[in-house]
């Protein structure tokens, strides 16, 4: 297990939560990813790249979707989250909306999605409405200037020292869940 959880997590300088703008352009570019191959080709790049934390738009543009102790999400957990929390929770409400009035139904369906795509704009952690129900991030990498990159394992766990405080910092990391990464870097060093 810990070989998996080691090449799911980040190393690398320093992660920030993607910009608002980034997470809404990812939204749509997926949306007219899934129209252009018709959701076929949208769903077998996700098989794809999901084990990586992302879906075809993050890839593109170069994010991720963590879960709060700074891990990449498995692929199991991006077909939750794109898949069930997304897509299928406005697909339901609109199939039940559609028994009280057909024409209402689309309108309000449309409105629900585009609050909780929206959320993130508003959100203090930058989450949209299916990241707080399934306690996801997204986040991008941000690189130092060149060169800056580490050279040892020495390096890239004091980097990850730093990485570890911030998300605990941010209240993204309980305290209980940061000693016991902590306790990991430290003892790379």
């Known amino acids: 297990m810990t070989a998996a959880v080691n090449e799911a997590a980040y190393e690398g300088p320093e992660l920030?939560?993607?910009p608002q703008g980034r997470r809404?352009?990812?939204?749509?570019?997926?949306?007219?990813?899934?129209?252009?191959?018709?959701?076929?080709g949208w769903l077998i790049w996700l098989a794809v790249v999901g084990q990586r934390g992302q879906n075809p738009a993050k890839q593109l543009l170069g994010m991720?979707?963590?879960?709060?102790?700074?891990?990449?999400?498995?692929?199991?957990?991006?077909l939750l989250r794109e898949i069930i929390a997304k897509w299928g929770t406005f697909?339901?409400?609109?199939?039940?909306?559609?028994f009280a009035d057909q024409d209402v139904a689309g309108w309000v369906t449309l409105a629900a999605v585009a609050v909780a795509a929206l959320w993130c704009v508003w959100d203090a952690n930058r989450q949209c409405l299916w990241d707080k129900a399934l306690g996801t991030y997204v986040v991008r990498q941000v690189?130092?200037?060149?060169?800056a990159r580490a050279t040892t394992a020495a390096d890239r766990a004091a980097e990850n020292l730093e990485t570890l405080q911030d998300l605990h910092n941010r209240g993204l990391l309980t305290d209980e869940e940061f000693e016991e990464r902590r306790a990991r870097e430290v003892d790379r060093l």
């Open 16 to 18: 920030e939560l993607a």
């Open 24 to 40: 809404l352009g990812a939204f749509v570019l997926d949306f007219l990813l899934f129209i252009f191959t018709l959701g076929i």
């Open 64 to 78: 991720h979707v963590v879960l709060a102790d700074g891990n990449r999400a498995g692929l199991g957990r991006m």
């Open 91 to 98: 697909a339901l409400l609109d199939y039940v909306l559609g």
């Open 143 to 147: 690189d130092g200037p060149a060169g």
